[in-house]
């Protein structure tokens, strides 16, 4: 990933306009805003069209092992939409979108968009509360193994590290679920018998939170640890570390006021792109904690298919995507002054 | 390195107090659950692990099975499927008649049910109920095809409803419609509308119990009627816990998180067997699992569509790979036991339609008979011990099935094994449930793993094999299973649609799966048995269908969770699941404190010299 970047900043040194100071900035960022602009119209477009690809046939999935004759699934398809011309469909949906209009369900027959909205939110909270813990954990463990490094810290850490990356998250969320034994909720985000008010509620979300958000932590931190780790290594044979350790300064100065900022770089690159995917869920972990959260709407979609829930979930995640990276860009030029005064 | 370690002891200072500080609020919280505890009358709840989803209540429109069941719950009948047979008893209606034409129904509404607003309930409710379906096409999105061939709906007073058909309709007896309060669907216009979901709406209704809290995807909640008319269930609550992983379900009973599971697999059955505080139960299923032969199956407009092997069209050679499947090692070793022999499209929970082959039809596994079968069919043994057709074609097959299912990979793997023993060599295609049903609705597979639930009334599972049933040239528009079409089985067919003597039409029903069987288009393995698992120490005992062997919650009715009996009050009581929150979180919290704490110090004393100031 951060070689990635690291080509793409290569080929916006040579971009003339970058030498051009204020103007030169504002360009920049004209330029890649209506970059992420088009992307997300392509994503509208494709999204649509690879949905149809899809195998299965909604309201087979909706009539299957329920008496239904002929003449009510013709009437179903009619109700739903989908006995219209594919490109009358694509026309209806595009010109929705621009009114907020994501379409309806064809399970839950409810609008598209309060589907993702009620789902937004707990997947925000339990991927994102992960993430953050996550890079806290994975950073703190990175910058000390990096120093360490082959020290029994270094390879213990990393060792762990890299199970942990390597274990299924489903088979490490329902080894908590019995070894725990009950002292957390197994599935869902509240609890019917949780008291009204909103700390009752709050405690009560936390309460479910625990789980599902240990098993992503421990998945996810490695991710962290590991680019920290080796762009820290990285940085550490560099000249000017020499430099400010001669100029006295104590040794975890020099780690953290010149060797950490440096290495954070490619770092920053990732946790931006891990935020685009927040948004995302871990499907697996959503399953075996039946967290109510976009993941398993993604995945219940698929079965029908449900297609304009497929659709407007494609287009949010990807709409997640693309702004992130468009941020990381835009950061990546703050951070960076090389980049800037190139 | 001493501003380091000063901030590090500042933030485990921040968190130890933030720990304690918390503390009292456990305090409080525990102390608060104490006397909660000690309070004499706590409700009696029942849980249920719900493993599949719901789409939405509106009883019109819901169609997934746990809906529908949401609906059995709340909502009264005209007449329901008994608990001890599984065949129609009163409901909503006390008795019913019929005229001599057969074509005109009517209902006798008792007068002492109420809607949970106190409003009572009478055949206006009914009526309007089924001319709503008759008018609007929405309505008719769940429950259609029962009122298809309605001519008028009316009520001539509060105790009486009357139903004239076109055309005789056998299922009469049991519609499957839930009747809904006029007061409160009349007013609303389009029944598509999201809030036909609200509590304002499915919250008045008449059933064995109310719905008192719905969030979707997550839990239902429902208090006890009571005002039910057959009597208030013996819990006082009931709540249906979404659980999107069967394991983690499984789990949450041994935990004794949730009280009652169904749709266990036969491992999970066994694991759970012998447990402390558990009680399995193994009931007669209304599902079948059979194979489909594709015999050269036609659209509706009798046109070939598909790509299945034209060999299959010979039914000497259908009758032979019948004959070469062993549903006894099916239901042996890859139901575990958990199953019951296939016969007709009708399993043996609905005792008066299931038909067995008689010993001398029957197509007994035996792969030496089916080898000789087809030596005399002129399917020669090439080099490599796979037939040839008489016109040529290898004896190859494809067998598709769900990737996901172990029934599938495993029957897969017996069947082609036992097809290889006569001659024929079959290639396994195992895909997606999606890609499956685009598979088998567009007629390209060979053989097919397929396989449905059944209805206590016959003519479902019986349609599913008429020409009308077939899809049309874009394979959409119907739902067949077997593609079969065949002028003596419809015949069959629409005579029990249309005869209302019981066992007069229970005859043509068995009839008509004799036909079936003997044209070897399918071969039913086994009806699966319904695996479920409850809480013993919480619940003594659940009114079973059909009695005395039947499931607890996988029924066409209510029965299960309205005769639940709580084990004692004590026991059963319902202990608070989010109860001891506050408690845990700060637990988790010293924990956390301890684990960073800990790691900390560790870090420091695992420093090197060098690192050391």
């Given at each position: 990933m951060s070689q990635a970047f690291t080509s793409g900043q290569a080929s916006a040194l040579v971009?003339?306009?970058?030498?051009?100071g204020g103007t030169g900035t504002l360009r920049f960022i004209l330029t890649k805003v209506a970059e992420a602009a088009a992307s997300i119209v392509l994503v509208i477009v494709l999204g649509f069209f690879l949905f149809?690809?899809?195998?299965?046939?909604p309201v087979a999935f909706m009539v299957r092992e329920r008496p239904t004759d002929p003449h009510q699934i013709a009437e179903l398809r009619q109700q739903l939409g989908i006995d219209k011309p594919v490109l009358a469909q694509f026309g209806n949906y595009f010109v929705g979108l621009f009114r907020g209009d994501f379409g309806t369900s064809?399970?839950?027959?409810?609008?598209v968009i309060d589907m993702i909205g009620e789902r937004l939110w707990p997947t925000v909270l339990l991927v994102g509360s992960a993430t953050v813990l996550a890079i806290a954990l994975g950073l703190w463990l990175g910058i000390r193994a990096a120093w360490k490094r082959d020290s029994f810290f270094d390879r213990a850490q990393t060792g762990i590290a890299l199970t942990l990356w390597s274990v299924p998250q489903f088979w490490l969320g329902l080894l908590l679920l019995v070894v725990t034994n009950g002292v957390?909720?197994?599935?869902?985000?509240?609890?019917?018998?949780a008291g009204p008010g909103f700390f009752a509620q709050g405690l009560d979300v936390l309460h479910h939170l625990v789980l599902p958000c240990v098993t992503l932590l421990a998945v996810f931190y490695a991710q962290y640890m590991l680019v920290m780790r080796s762009s820290l290594l990285g940085e550490m044979n560099a000249d000017y570390l020499t430099t400010a350790r001669a100029k006295g300064l104590r040794e975890d100065m020099v780690r953290r006021h010149h060797a950490v900022p440096n290495a954070l770089l490619p770092t920053v690159t990732l946790v931006f792109m891990q935020f685009g995917m927040?948004?995302?869920?871990?499907v697996t972990v959503e399953a075996v904690f039946s967290w109510p959260g976009l993941g398993q709407l993604t995945y219940d979609a698929l079965h029908g298919p449900d297609l304009p829930v497929l659709q407007g979930v494609f287009v949010v995640l990807a709409g997640a995507v693309v702004l992130m990276n468009m941020l990381a860009e835009l950061l990546y030029r703050v951070l960076d002054p090389r980049v800037r005064t190139a | 390195m001493k501003h380091v370690q000063s901030r590090v002891s500042r933030v485990i200072a921040v968190l130890t107090a933030g720990t304690l500080a918390m503390l009292p609020l456990a305090g409080t919280a525990a102390a608060q659950q104490q006397v909660h505890q000690q309070q004499p009358a706590q409700p009696k709840v029942l849980r249920v692990a719900l493993t599949t989803g719901i789409d939405h209540l509106n009883p019109f429109t819901a169609s997934l099975a746990a809906s529908t069941q949401v609906g059995r719950f709340i909502y009264e009948f005209l007449t329901i499927p008994s608990a001890d047979k599984a065949e129609a008893s009163p409901a909503l209606a006390e008795s019913w008649t019929t005229s001599p034409d057969k074509l005109t129904w009517t209902f006798k509404v008792r007068q002492n049910a109420k809607w949970t607003d106190g409003q009572p309930v009478t055949a206006k409710d009914a009526a309007f109920t089924f001319n709503r379906m008759l008018s609007d096409e929405t309505a008719r999105?769940?429950?259609?095809n029962y009122v298809a061939n309605f001519q008028s709906v009316t009520a001539p007073d509060a105790g009486t409803l009357v139903i004239k058909t076109k055309a005789v309709q056998s299922s009469m007896d049991l519609l499957d419609v839930p009747i809904v309060p006029e007061h409160v669907w009349?007013?609303?216009?389009?029944?598509?509308?999201?809030?036909?979901?609200d509590l304002s709406v499915i919250g008045v209704s008449d059933g064995p119990y109310q719905l008192t809290e719905y969030k979707q995807n997550e839990y239902l909640k429902f208090k006890a009627n009571k005002d039910y008319w057959r009597g208030?269930?013996?819990?006082?609550e009931l709540q249906l816990l979404i659980f999107k992983d069967v394991e983690s379900a499984v789990n949450a009973l041994k935990q004794g998180e949730v009280d009652v599971i169904n749709r266990l697999t036969p491992t999970q059955f066994d694991a759970l067997q012998?447990?402390?505080?558990i009680a399995t139960n193994k009931a007669p299923g209304r599902r079948y699992n059979e194979i489909n032969l594709n015999f050269g199956v036609e659209n509706n407009q009798n046109q070939p569509i598909g790509?299945?092997?034209?060999?299959?069209?010979d039914l000497r050679l259908r009758k032979a790979i019948a004959q070469a499947i062993d549903p006894k090692t099916i239901v042996d070793k890859v139901m575990g036991g958990y199953g019951q022999l296939g016969g007709g499209?009708?399993?043996?929970?609905y005792s008066a339609y299931h038909w067995d082959p008689p010993a001398n039809e029957a197509m007994k596994f035996d792969i030496a008979a089916a080898n000789t079968a087809l030596d005399q069919a002129g399917y020669v043994k090439g080099q490599d011990g796979i037939r040839v057709a008489p016109?040529?074609?290898?004896l190859e097959l494809r067998l598709t099935g769900h990737a996901n299912r172990p029934f599938d990979q495993r029957t897969a793997q017996y069947v082609s094994g036992w097809l290889h023993d006569i001659g024929i060599s079959v290639k396994q295609e195992l895909v997606s449930d999606e890609e499956l049903n685009d598979r088998t609705n567009a007629g390209n597979y060979d053989l097919a793993i397929s396989g449905y639930a059944t209805n206590p009334d016959p003519d479902y599972a019986l349609a599913l094999?008429?020409?009308?049933?077939r899809p049309n040239a874009e394979g959409k528009g119907a739902t067949t299973d077997t593609f079969f079409c065949d002028p003596q089985y419809d015949a069959l067919y629409a005579k029990q649609l249309t005869e209302t003597d019981p066992a007069t039409r229970a005859g043509y029903v068995k009839q008509a799966q004799a036909r079936l069987y003997s044209q070897?288009?399918?071969?039913?393995l086994d009806y699966d048995n319904s695996l479920e698992a409850y809480r013993s120490d919480k619940f003594s005992s659940f009114e079973k269908q059909p009695q005395p062997d039947g499931s607890i919650l996988e029924q066409?009715?209510?029965?299960g969770v309205y005769g639940a009996v709580p084990a004692g009050s004590e026991a059963a009581a319902?202990?608070?699941?989010?109860?001891n929150t506050v408690l845990w979180i700060v637990i988790g919290v010293v924990v956390v404190v301890v684990l960073v704490g800990g790691g900390v110090l560790i870090g420091r004393r695992g420093k090197s010299a060098d690192d050391r100031e």
């Open positions: 971009d003339p306009d970058q030498r051009r149809r690809l899809l195998p299965g046939d064809y399970i839950e027959r409810r609008p957390f909720p197994s599935r869902g985000m509240h609890s019917p018998d927040v948004v995302s869920g871990a | 999105t769940a429950n259609g009349a007013p609303i216009k389009d029944l598509n509308d999201p809030k036909t979901d208030a269930p013996k819990v006082d012998g447990q402390p505080n790509n299945g092997n034209p060999v299959l069209k499209v009708i399993p043996p929970i016109g040529g074609a290898r094999h008429t020409c009308a049933g070897a288009v399918n071969v039913v066409t009715g209510y029965w319902g202990d608070s699941g989010g109860s």
